[in-house]
């Protein structure tokens, strides 16, 4: 069984940053890639950030890039989201993900979190 958590979300004002943590444990096998998603209320899932086992790969929704970061611990089972910027528009519950492949698509993606909530006031 392959457990993620999610952890870090919470209430900051417009223009703030938060840092989320996803930590993954369980029977993963292989190198997998990591991402976030998020998915506003009444909103379908999103993608926000993928990052490959290495970290050598990243990829960003436009929305996004040039204010959000994604990396991966040394120990490879972790992935942070550092949130700068932030903007009402980024309010949502973040998800992080497992991949056997690094997409952006979330259908790729076979693990999933609970999620963390991120509110963003104006």
């Known amino acids: 069984q392959v457990q993620l958590v999610e952890s870090g979300g919470g209430l900051v004002q417009a223009g703030g940053s938060l840092r989320l943590s996803c930590a993954a444990s369980?029977?993963?096998?292989?190198?997998?890639?990591m991402a976030w998603f998020r998915q506003a209320a009444g909103q379908e899932r999103e993608f926000v950030a993928a990052?490959?086992?290495?970290?050598?790969?990243?990829y960003y929704a436009d929305s996004v890039k040039g204010r959000f970061t994604i990396s991966r611990g040394n120990a490879k089972n972790t992935v942070y989201l550092q949130m700068n910027s932030l903007k009402p528009e980024d309010t949502a519950v973040y998800y992080c993900?497992?991949?056997?492949?690094?997409?952006?698509?979330?259908?790729?993606?076979?693990?999933w979190g609970q999620g963390t909530q991120v509110t963003v006031s104006s």
């Open positions: 993900a497992t991949a056997s492949r690094t997409s952006r698509r979330s259908d790729d993606y076979n693990y």
């Open positions: 369980g029977r993963i096998f292989g190198n997998y890639a």
């Open positions: 990052i490959s086992w290495s970290g050598g790969t990243t």
